[in-house]
């Protein structure tokens, strides 16, 4: 249930005027409410207390530090996919014996980095990934806990491009190889098995897929404990949220009559008779469930532009700045923050950005916006910033984040010199110097030279 409604025709944010957050910090400007990542947070630990669960939350959706400190001050660790999100970690005080770390493309570097920092579990995608932990450990003199993710071949409902759990996707091991891998296992002698891992893929709103691909890896799960000891099953993230009806989704009451979706009470109610028999530790991936509806993006109209065909909103906020529409064709809520009637008329709200998929609504059917008004694009907390970029030199936008009546940033707008940060006209002068650590480069760490035994 999130915590931004109208009062009278005020936008608020928790117990902030949104016109006032956008006069203070600027558009475009993304807005989070804390009430609303602790809401969301607490609703699935409650759905989910049965089994005694260890959330991680996904990182990717959203790595402001302030939110991961939020979140890892109540105790959520973290489902991590880079070196550069152990890193955020790390800097928000989030604890590395609760997160694990997946991903089908882990450098040798990374995995040393996690290893050194105390990583809970790898998320092991493949034979050669674990040939090469394995390796990486052996060289540590470390032994590194593996969790091995299983592809249930389940389709499920949502956008082809974050589909993960079907035979063709490159994410995760099908059943056949997992029972092969299990005969070899005892030949790695620097991994053991922790756990095993699925995620079937993003913005599912029905229960069924998340069911069935349980029901199909209940069975090496069981293997996994009674053969190797492992001790944890990792269920994944991908639990969808209400994009059309994001407004309406913060009212009470709202997420109860959902009876079809797999709002957090649902997913339990048909998983838990599943997962608790296996007593093992539960864990799940959330992201987009616990920030997609808590963050909004304000924008600000800058002309509009009618034309015979068609009528043009242009905002100052563009594909840079929330790039899903114009990836995924996807559909966000957009909303005046102050309401002052009139009829509605039908506009595509389009940004500045030199591209004809930069529109962030196509044809819809909106209350009236003219030049300097503010608008709202709801559902943007997940997915939103984290892909944000600067394509066409546009500088990222500010992060504030609102709890009850206070507020503060949690990212500066960034300037026109934080664009060219890094850059240099003459040859060689911006390449920083080699620190083996910390800048994330993976320079010259390469496996072959892991195999070798070398030092870079
Ligand atoms: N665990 C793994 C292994 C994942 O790959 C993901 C998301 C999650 C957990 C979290 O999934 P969630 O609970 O947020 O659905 N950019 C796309 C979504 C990409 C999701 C990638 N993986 C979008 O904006 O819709």
């Known amino acids: 249930m999130h915590r931004f409604r109208y009062q009278g025709d005020s936008l608020f944010v928790e117990e902030v005027n949104a016109a006032s957050l956008a006069e203070q910090y600027g558009t475009p400007l993304y807005v989070y409410s804390a009430g609303t990542v602790v809401d969301h947070y607490e609703r699935l630990l409650l759905s989910l207390r049965e089994l005694n669960p260890l959330v991680c939350y996904a990182v990717k959706a959203n790595s402001n530090l302030a939110l991961l400190r939020l979140l890892a001050s109540r105790g959520c660790g973290f489902d991590l996919v880079s070196g550069g999100e152990l890193y955020r970690i790390l800097r928000a005080g989030g604890d590395p014996a609760r997160s694990t770390f997946a991903g089908v493309g882990k450098t040798a570097r990374e995995m040393e980095e996690a290893l050194e920092a105390g990583i809970y579990s790898f998320v092991v995608e493949g034979r050669e990934e674990l040939e090469a932990i394995d390796r990486v450990a052996a060289r540590l003199g470390k032994r590194a806990p593996v969790a091995l993710r299983v592809n249930p071949d389940v389709g499920a409902k949502t956008h082809a491009k974050v589909k993960t759990g079907v035979a063709e996707s490159k994410f995760g091991i099908s059943a056949e190889e997992i029972e092969a891998l299990y005969r070899e296992l005892p030949?790695?002698?620097?991994?053991?098995?922790r756990g095993i891992q699925i995620h079937i893929g993003s913005q599912i709103r029905d229960v069924e897929p998340f069911e069935e691909a349980v029901r199909r890896v209940i069975p090496l799960v069981e293997i996994a404990r009674d053969r190797f000891g492992a001790e944890f099953f990792d269920i994944g993230g991908g639990l969808g949220i209400a994009y059309e009806e994001a407004l309406q989704s913060g009212d009470p009451g709202w997420w109860e009559n959902k009876a079809q979706w797999a709002t957090p009470a649902h997913y339990a109610e048909r998983l838990l008779p599943l997962l608790g028999p296996l007593g093992l530790r539960i864990v799940v991936e959330p992201g987009?469930?616990?920030?997609?509806?808590?963050?909004?993006l304000l924008t600000r109209?800058?002309?509009?532009k009618d034309r015979p065909q068609k009528k043009f909103v242009i905002v100052d906020a563009g594909m840079n700045d929330l790039i899903r529409p114009a990836l995924y064709g996807s559909f966000h809520?957009?909303?005046?923050?102050?309401r002052r009637g009139g009829e509605l008329f039908e506009a595509d709200v389009v940004g500045p950005v030199c591209e004809s998929g930069d529109c962030f609504a196509a044809s819809r059917r909106m209350a009236p916006a003219e030049p300097g008004d503010l608008l709202a694009i709801f559902s943007a907390g997940a997915y939103g910033f984290s892909m944000a970029s600067q394509y066409n030199s546009r500088p990222r936008p500010a992060e504030v984040l609102v709890e009850g009546a206070n507020h503060r940033l949690i990212r500066r707008r960034e300037s026109y010199e934080?664009?060219?940060r890094g850059e240099a006209i003459d040859e060689?002068?911006?390449a920083p110097e080699f620190s083996g650590r910390a800048d994330g480069a993976n320079k010259g760490l390469t496996l072959d030279r892991v195999n070798r035994k070398e030092k870079p």
């Open 288 to 296: 987009r469930l616990l920030v997609g509806n808590a963050g909004i």
């Open 301 to 304: 109209v800058l002309f509009r």
């Open 333 to 338: 809520q957009i909303v005046p923050v102050t």
């Open 187 to 193: 030949r790695f002698c620097h991994v053991s098995l």
């Open 418 to 420: 934080d664009l060219v």
């Open 428 to 430: 060689g002068a911006a």
